[in-house]
Structure formats: C-alpha cells, structure tokens
C-alpha cells in the first residue's frame, strides 16, 4: 500500500508503537472507512458497525505489538479483529436474546439518497445468511477483494472461500426469487 509520497502501514506502525499519535491518526484515517463498511455489511446496523470500528482502532491501541507485518498487510489484519469482535458480540447477544425464527429479516436503513427495492431487499437476505455465508460475500463481492485476501482475512483456504461464495449465491438466489415471487402475487390479489 506504497503511494507517491505517503507513508507504508509497516512504516505507521513502527511510529505509533513508539508512541507518535499522529501516526495512530493516519492509520485510523486510511483504514477505519473499510473497517466500518464491513461491518456494516455483517451487521445491517449503523449504530453497531459504528461500535465495531471503534472497538477495533481501541483494541489496536491497547494491542499494537499484536501486527506483524510478515503475516499480512495491515488491512487484512484489522478485518480480522473486526470479524473477532463481530463474533464476541454475536455469542453474547445469543444468550440475553431468544432466536426468533420467524423474525423479519433486518435491512440497512437507508442513508440520506433513498435505495430502491431491490437493494433492500439484497441487503436484507444478505444480512440473513449464516454467518460464514456472509462474511465472503462481503468480502468477494461487496468488498471486491480477491479469493486470496478472503482467506487470508478468513484464515482459511482458497478453495474453502470458493465454495462458501458458491453457496452464499445460490441461498441469495433463491431468497431473492422468492421475495420477487411473493410480491408479483401480491400484487396480483391486490389488484
């Protein structure tokens, strides 16, 4: 991540673990919108892909020595305590909160530009698939990264991320045909 003039994630690093803030700053700048967009993605929450964010920069600022660069870039790393604190919050809201299985599924509010339908609908039914679902199509198809850096965030094979996308897009496939199918009946009756 070398840009003319700017200064490598190794390079911040190595000054923010010697205590220069502004190093911190840059880091937090560069990396926090990814961070916040993939959290959002797994949450459909505004409010907790807020939290997770910024969960993940304090953790980084209680836990600096815990990069190591010759294991990744420091993106990739930071995804990963997302998806680690994504994961505490999700076991801790499954013992205070019943599963309700008949439970709408849960949209991202749209922002200030109003989002037609069917992107409400895409981001409800991604929002309700299985965790490990969910977190490739983030990755692969709303993140645009490759096969490779979704394992290594995921910290499991490539082939392994081929086939939960596979999967992920057939469950999505059939969930969206579904919600086409019953609102075209819907409209229908109502007519």
Do not use: N
Not at 100 to 106: C, K, Q, S
């Amino acid at each position: 991540m070398i840009a003319f003039g700017r200064t490598t994630d190794r390079d911040l690093m190595r000054r923010f673990k010697a205590g220069d803030r502004d190093a911190f700053t840059s880091i937090y700048r560069s990396h926090s919108p990814s961070i916040h967009r993939f959290a959002l993605h797994m949450t459909a929450d505004e409010a907790k892909a807020v939290e997770v964010t910024q969960d993940v920069f304090v953790w980084l600022i209680h836990h600096p020595e815990a990069f190591d660069p010759q294991r990744g870039d420091l993106g990739a790393f930071l995804t990963g305590v997302a998806r680690k604190h994504l994961q505490r919050r999700w076991q801790q809201e499954k013992r205070w909160v019943p599963f309700d299985e008949t439970a709408p599924v849960v949209s991202v509010q749209p922002d200030v530009h109003q989002e037609d339908d069917d992107t409400d609908q895409l981001r409800g039914a991604i929002a309700a698939l299985p965790e490990r679902y969910r977190e490739v199509v983030v990755l692969c198809d709303l993140e645009e990264k490759s096969y490779e850096d979704a394992a290594t965030q995921l910290e499991c094979a490539t082939g392994t991320i081929r086939s939960r996308l596979h999967r992920a897009r057939g469950l999505l496939a059939r969930k969206l045909l579904g919600a086409t199918r019953e609102s075209k009946e819907s409209v229908r009756y109502s007519a």
